[in-house]
């Protein structure tokens, strides 16, 4: 695979570093990463990832871009507001470079996809911010081999490393159980400083770039934490644990956000105090809906595995029909598939 004449312009401060040239910058085109989550990470990932010409990138998010995400996901406008992340980074990215090809899934990761997708890169790179998600990566990238770079996030600090380079290390090595429910709270609870999610998305994209052009020393085995206040880094060593075989996904992973089986309720007049705090879901059927309801987005269960990927998760989401019942059947179909954001039902009887 030769680089074009445009590409070579392109790529030109690439070719004059001893390091990458043209044997590196082909190696780059010919790579395929794919990018979990378009956003804190997510954004100034696919942002260098697409400047250095990587010939392949799969972006999968199901999520919307909510107004609160500009503070820091800077690859969105608000013309994006309520429009696919993943859509709309694939579209501006073309802009940025028109010579690498995008895979664009707008689709959450869950049991059912992970192998495929993961399968079809050369290296995944871990923008998801929800423990869930994080345990799914790790397990699907061991099963089929592949290294996986991680970035987390939280309000001022932040986390890099590589798992499973060479079969080195996972992220299980590191974090064999997820904090107790609660403990850590997510970015729109305790927030985050906007310029945090760039730089440690750019240490993930060079932690990509130095994989596939083999150059440099991998945090393999390593975690770099870094704070924004005091601007100190430091460097955490790690080993396999050989105790650790995952030889198949788990049935269900929503269970590492320790949600309890008991989904916790919440009252209407809890609703009314803060609106803007959360999105609707009536699992009802269309008739008891024209009857009466409270509003929100309408899904009777019967038809939400098929449609689940039109539920939102930029707020906390509040299921609710007559009883209680069917919202609590909702919201253990919801886990199975991943569902990072707050899960209620309503405990108000709809009549």
Avoid: W
Wanted: proline fraction near 4%; charged fraction near 20%; include cysteine.
């Amino acid at each position: 695979m030769e680089l074009t004449i445009e590409e070579k312009q392109q790529y030109s401060r690439h070719l004059i570093l001893d390091e990458i040239g043209i044997t590196g910058q082909t190696k780059i085109k010919e790579a395929r990463v794919l990018v979990i989550g378009a956003g804190g990470l997510g954004c100034p990932v696919l942002q260098y990832l697409t400047a250095a010409g990587v010939g392949t990138i799969g972006i999968i998010d199901n999520d919307v871009v909510a107004p609160s995400n500009l503070q820091r996901q800077i690859l969105y406008t608000h013309e994006d507001i309520d429009k696919n992340k993943a859509q709309c980074a694939t579209r501006r990215l073309q802009k940025l470079n028109p010579f690498i090809t995008f895979n664009t899934y707008q689709e959450r990761l869950t049991n059912n996809n992970a192998l495929d997708l993961v399968g079809q890169y050369h290296i995944i790179v871990d923008g998801s911010d929800n423990f869930s998600t994080r345990y799914l990566i790790n397990d699907a990238a061991v099963l089929q081999n592949k290294p996986v770079v991680f970035g987390s996030i939280f309000k001022f600090d932040g986390q890099v490393s590589i798992f499973n380079y060479n079969e080195g290390p996972t992220y299980r090595c590191l974090f064999p159980l997820p904090p107790e429910h609660g403990k850590v709270p997510n970015c729109s609870e305790a927030g985050v400083i906007g310029v945090l999610p760039a730089v440690i998305g750019a240490l993930q994209a060079n932690e990509v770039l130095k994989i596939i052009c083999g150059m440099g020393d991998l945090l393999s085995g390593k975690l770099l934490t870094f704070n924004m206040l005091t601007m100190e880094q430091q460097l955490y060593s790690f080993k396999k644990n050989l105790n650790i075989h995952i030889e198949q996904l788990e049935k269900d992973y929503g269970y590492l956000c320790n949600l309890s089986n008991e989904p916790e309720g919440i009252t209407l007049q809890q609703i009314k105090k803060y609106p803007d705090r959360y999105h609707l879901l009536d699992v009802r059927e269309a008739h008891e809906r024209a009857l009466h309801h409270i509003g929100g987005q309408h899904i009777p269960l019967g038809a939400l595995q098929h449609k689940i990927n039109q539920v939102s998760q930029y707020k906390e989401l509040v299921v609710y029909c007559k009883s209680g019942v069917r919202s609590k059947k909702a919201i253990q179909l919801l886990r199975e598939n991943n569902f990072h954001c707050k899960l209620l039902y309503l405990k108000d009887m709809i009549l």
